[in-house]
Each structure stands twice: as structure tokens, then as C-alpha cells.
């Protein structure tokens, strides 16, 4: 029961390199999201996906793309990484949000951009 | 503005020795409070949600509790293996809100 599963697990990247990290889930889910962590910050939304073909900012969107792929997929793209994108980055997943409806996170992507 | 502060920000027990950790909450709709374990180097574990006030759900020695205003996560004798950050949750219409954690370490 694979869940959320996020690639890659770690990456180290130059200032100014671009990557995407890949999310996918196979719950059948509605509504896929991109968080990042840092110490004391705790969890903050990045870009979220209420269902295929939509995609809207979260709290901290600045410097980031989304693209929904289709209902399973759902990847974040650095264009030019910068230091203070260094961090933890956790794909989740959920049903339709509105309802109270538990949302699950995959293992994490550990970025530092140098 | 939606909000949840958790509160110690960490914790440690001995083990066996009980205790709370609480999460305050301020949210216009809740639609369901969540409760996390979350182990270094992973991703958030789902424990419970709540919905209403005064709901109540247990899993092994962990107990959640909800008020309109906060929850508690009781631990009961806890060990070592309890060691971790537990996260608390709101969803307020299509929104989680996370607080930033409680880190428990129970010492053998």
C-alpha cells in the first residue's frame, strides 16, 4: 500500500539550477498538495490542486510552479533554486478538502540548495 | 486569522509517567481536527481526527480529546518508542493549518 510516494528523496543544487520533484498517489484522491518544512515554521502550503485540471497559491508559492499532471500526479518545479528554498519539502493527498477529510503526506524531499 | 498553537513546544518524560500535550485552535468552520506523529527523517503519520466538540478517540496509550476552543493528546505510561514530534491540524474550508509541533521524548 504505496500511499503518497514523492522522488527524489535528496538533492543538493546550485543556485540558479531548476528541478522538479515528482508526486504521486494512489488513493484515488481528489485533492493533491505541496508543503514545505522548516524548523519552528512547521508546515506551510505551497500549491495546492482541489481536483485535476486545477491547480492555486498557497501561503508560500513564491518561486515555484505546480503542474497536475493528471488525478494521480502532481509535481513542483524549482526554476532558479535559491538558498532560502533549502528544506523539506512533503507532497500530500486528500478527498474533497470541504469535508473534513484526512489529508496523508508522503516521506519527504530533502532539498539544499548551496 | 485561522490559526493553531501547540503547546509545549517540547517534552520530556520519563517512561510510564503520563501526560498532555494541547493544541489551541482558532478557525471560522471547523471541519476537522487532525493528529500527526511525525518521526525524524518522515513524512507526518495520520493518528486521529475529530469533528465535533467533546468527541474522543484512543489508539494504544494515546488518547484525543476536543473542545471548542483546543485538543489534547493524553499519553498513558508512554515509552520510549513514543519519542517524536506530534503535529495538530485544522481544515477550515479547502485549508489545513498545521501547528508546529510538540517534541516528546520519553526516556527509558
Known amino acids: 500500500n504505496a500511499g503518497v510516494t514523492q522522488t527524489p528523496k535528496f538533492q543538493v543544487l546550485k543556485t540558479g539550477q531548476s528541478m522538479t520533484l515528482q508526486c504521486a498517489q494512489d488513493m484515488n484522491h481528489n485533492s493533491m498538495y505541496w508543503y514545505r518544512q522548516d524548523p519552528g515554521m512547521g508546515l506551510r502550503l505551497i500549491y495546492y490542486?482541489?481536483?485535476?485540471?486545477?491547480?492555486d497559491k498557497g501561503e508560500v508559492p513564491n518561486g515555484y510552479n505546480v503542474s497536475r499532471l493528471n488525478k494521480r500526479e502532481f509535481s513542483l518545479r524549482l526554476e532558479s533554486a535559491a538558498p532560502s528554498q533549502t528544506s523539506v519539502y512533503f507532497c500530500?493527498?486528500?478527498?474533497?478538502?470541504?469535508?473534513?477529510?484526512?489529508?496523508?503526506f508522503g516521506e519527504g524531499s530533502w532539498l539544499t540548495v548551496v | 486569522e485561522d490559526q493553531v498553537t501547540q503547546s509545549p513546544e517540547a517534552l520530556r518524560l520519563q517512561e510510564g509517567e503520563s501526560s498532555s500535550l494541547n493544541c489551541s485552535y482558532t478557525v471560522s468552520g471547523l471541519r476537522g481536527l487532525f493528529w500527526y506523529r511525525q518521526d525524524p527523517g518522515k513524512g507526518p503519520e495520520f493518528l486521529f481526527t475529530?469533528?465535533?466538540a467533546g468527541e474522543e478517540k484512543e489508539k494504544e496509550r494515546l488518547k484525543a480529546t476536543l473542545t471548542k476552543k483546543e485538543s489534547f493528546l493524553h499519553i498513558t505510561a508512554p515509552k520510549p518508542e513514543d519519542s517524536a514530534t506530534y503535529l495538530c491540524?485544522?481544515?477550515?474550508?479547502?485549508?489545513?493549518?498545521f501547528g508546529t509541533g510538540t517534541r516528546l521524548k520519553v526516556l527509558a
Open positions: 491540524a485544522v481544515q477550515a474550508t479547502y485549508k489545513y493549518i
Open positions: 475529530l469533528y465535533s
Open positions: 500530500a493527498s486528500s478527498q474533497v478538502p470541504s469535508s473534513g477529510n484526512t489529508i496523508y
Open positions: 490542486s482541489a481536483s485535476e485540471g486545477t491547480t
